[in-house]
């Protein structure tokens, strides 16, 4: 009989495949990676794998809840220093710049939009994409209405408006510098102008 296995013991296993198929989606991509792949670089048995995980699909999905959980952690650690909500914001976009001008930074970004992308025509791809939009608007609109609440913002429009436009620029930013880098793209331009138009809309003169 195999000895039992704690739940931290689990959670510390599954915490591990997902740690090695995020080395292996930033390496490859998502479309090249496969299971056998991943089983390699946890070095654990295919079989331990699928205690965990049916499909490479699964432990992708899997590593973007978990990077969700570690960003909300992220904002909260920011917000527990009692910064300005602006200064919260700002070190964020700070940090997506950093991944998005260094390739060697291990962003999982370019295989999100690789899993995204390629996958629209799935209808279960799309409405887990759809889903994260959402969430994603709700997060952000949160932070804002909380620098409202802290009237350290007069916005001259509606909180989810702001968000949606954002989430807009952002998109277009990232898109296009994976697809032509941030040299040709003039990513670093970019981001400062987004941050630059937030502020107006937040900090109105």
């Given at each position: 009989m195999s000895p039992k296995i704690s739940d931290d013991q689990k959670e510390q296993r599954r915490r591990?495949?997902?740690?090695?198929?995020?080395?292996?989606?930033?390496?490859?991509?998502?479309?090249?990676?496969?299971l056998k792949d991943i089983v390699e670089e946890a070095g654990m048995s295919r079989g331990w794998i699928y205690l965990y995980f049916q499909t490479k699909e699964e432990i992708f999905e899997a590593l973007l809840d978990l990077q969700d959980s570690e960003?909300?952690?992220?904002?909260?650690?920011?917000?527990?220093?009692?910064?300005?909500?602006?200064d919260v914001i700002s070190t964020t976009f700070s940090q997506q710049k950093k991944e998005?001008?260094?390739p060697e930074s291990?962003?999982?970004?370019?295989?999100?939009?690789?899993?995204?992308?390629?996958?629209?025509?799935?209808?279960?791809?799309r409405s887990l994409l759809m889903k994260r939009y959402e969430n994603g608007i709700a997060r952000f609109a949160r932070l804002l209405q909380l620098g409202v609440d802290q009237q350290e913002f007069a916005p001259i429009l509606p909180i989810e408006d702001i968000a949606r436009i954002i989430?807009?620029?952002?998109?277009?930013?990232?898109?296009?510098?994976?697809?032509?880098?941030?040299?040709?793209s003039h990513t670093e331009i970019q981001l400062a102008s987004m941050v630059n138009y937030?502020?107006?809309l937040l900090y109105p003169k």
């Open positions: 591990k495949i997902l740690e090695a198929a995020k080395l292996v989606f930033i390496d490859k991509g998502y479309e090249p990676a496969t960003y909300e952690r992220y904002i909260d650690a920011l917000l527990s220093e009692k910064l300005l909500i602006w998005l001008l260094s291990g962003s999982l970004t370019p295989a999100f939009y690789e899993y995204f992308l390629t996958g629209w025509r799935d209808e279960q791809r989430a807009s620029f952002q998109e277009g930013i990232m898109t296009h510098t994976l697809a032509v880098g941030p040299e040709q937030l502020n107006q």
